[in-house]
């Protein structure tokens, strides 16, 4: 390409928004162009331009170039219904403002809108609509990929355990999914075999899980919002995550799962009208704080986990507060500072802002509550006044559980709690 022909390159570029390497070129692709003959003519580095209109997809993408549409995302990528629409092999391939649909079915055969083969370091996926594909976006081994600000809707046409996932992540580390909305698939994010990921900022309806966590370490879950799935954020068999300042509403199952997640911070997130808004099964030395847990039929079904500090939290009109199941007692509270029960009758003479009382949410009562729910039309009866006053005047009856020693008098408002409330 001479100078002159850079130079007009490179201020078409400028102008269109478009960052194009030095010597590369910024080529205008007209509508029903053999898109794959132009990317097989490129050179590495240059941008294709595509204008409004449907070009045919199974396309495979292998050296360094940049696929931009309008921003409108009138630029349609059709698949065949066999295999990938589009297979990124390179890195450094960057694929912004375009419509991307009609992928192949498969799901053995790993199928996806957007596949991201292990040589596709770097790959940028921006701000797209991502539509009727399998899965819409796959990570399959890449490293430091970027998914944001894509619109990825899955096939509406197949049953919810026949689609794909919104996006696949497989031992892809360094790699991020931010700000999408992503709806009608199986699982709104899938990762297994992963690491040092960050899935933040995403909006997730219509879907099984929101988020899934398989075997994924050292990674982020942050700033997203689950609306109306059967479970929220499904955390399983990983270690040393940061959770926080998630939102899940109306999940049918659980807001939050997890499920031998070790060694992990939950912080500042809101479980708002599920069966049970957390679950916490075989997980250790973790930290759940300054969460917020409201509206549920069990606030925390706790089962075979250890060394777990819980305090700050708010349980607010769940039906059962907590579903320990263990004979041992447990202390819920952190360096004098408990959580907020909204059923707590209590005093605090001193105004410090802790109860003067510890509170039981596993006495004899609760737990034939959430064994046998009708027993809750007895709660006003005088046997069941007379068991609580004996329980509380006899510890030595009591059976294993929760106990928190400093319970907070007002339920902690934090700004995700303040957010949710804006929220369908």
């Not at 990825?152 to 919104?166: A, C, K, M, S």
């Not at 041992?328 to 500072?337: D, L, P, Y």
């Not at 400093?406 to 949710?420: G, I, Y």
Request: charged share 20%.
């Amino acid at each position: 390409m001479t100078r002159k022909l850079a130079a007009m390159a490179a201020g078409l570029a400028i102008a269109v928004g478009v960052s194009v390497p030095a010597g590369a070129a910024v080529i205008d692709v007209p509508a029903g162009t053999n898109l794959q003959a132009a990317i097989t003519a490129a050179t590495a580095g240059d941008t294709l331009r595509l204008a409004a209109g449907d070009y045919t997809g199974d396309l495979r993408i292998d050296k360094p170039l940049t696929l931009i549409g309008p921003a409108d995302r009138s630029a349609h990528i059709l698949g065949t219904r066999k295999g990938r629409t589009i297979w990124v092999q390179a890195q450094d391939v960057t694929l912004q403002h375009l419509t991307i649909q009609h992928s192949g079915l498969s799901l053995s055969d790993m199928d996806a809108g957007v596949f991201l083969d292990k040589t596709a370091t770097g790959a940028q996926i921006l701000s797209n609509d991502i539509i009727d594909n399998s899965v819409g976006v796959y990570l399959w081994g890449v490293r430091d990929a970027r998914v944001e600000h894509n619109r990825i809707v899955g096939n509406t046409g197949l049953r919810v355990n026949e689609r794909g996932n919104g996006i696949t992540v497989w031992n892809a580390p360094g790699s991020k999914v931010l700000n999408n909305d992503i709806s009608e698939g199986r699982d709104g994010i899938f990762s297994n075999n992963s690491r040092e990921n960050v899935f933040s900022g995403n909006v997730f309806h219509h879907l099984r899980y929101a988020v899934h966590y398989m075997y994924t370490n050292d990674s982020e879950v942050s700033d997203n919002v689950s609306l109306g799935n059967e479970i929220g954020y499904a955390i399983m068999f990983s270690r040393r995550l940061t959770v926080r300042d998630n939102i899940a509403l109306d999940s049918q199952f659980q807001g939050l799962m997890l499920n031998a997640t070790d060694d992990s911070t939950i912080t500042g997130n809101v479980m708002n009208r599920a069966e049970k808004c957390v679950f916490v099964y075989n997980s250790n030395f973790n930290t759940l704080a300054d969460n917020h847990f409201q509206g549920c039929q069990i606030g925390v079904h706790y089962t075979g986990s250890e060394g777990n500090k819980i305090y700050g939290n708010a349980f607010v009109n769940n039906q059962n507060q907590v579903k320990y199941v263990g004979t041992r007692f447990i202390e819920w509270s952190e360096k004098g500072r408990g959580n907020y029960w909204s059923d707590m009758a209590a005093f605090d003479l001193d105004g410090d802002g802790i109860a003067d009382t510890a509170y039981r949410p596993n006495g004899l009562i609760d737990q034939v509550i959430w064994r046998a729910p009708n027993a809750r039309l007895l709660l006003n009866s005088p046997a069941v006044t007379i068991v609580r006053w004996a329980q509380s005047q006899f510890p030595a009856i009591l059976p294993g559980g929760v106990i928190d020693s400093t319970p907070l008098m007002v339920a902690p408002v934090t700004p995700t709690w303040e957010k949710s409330k804006a929220l369908p």
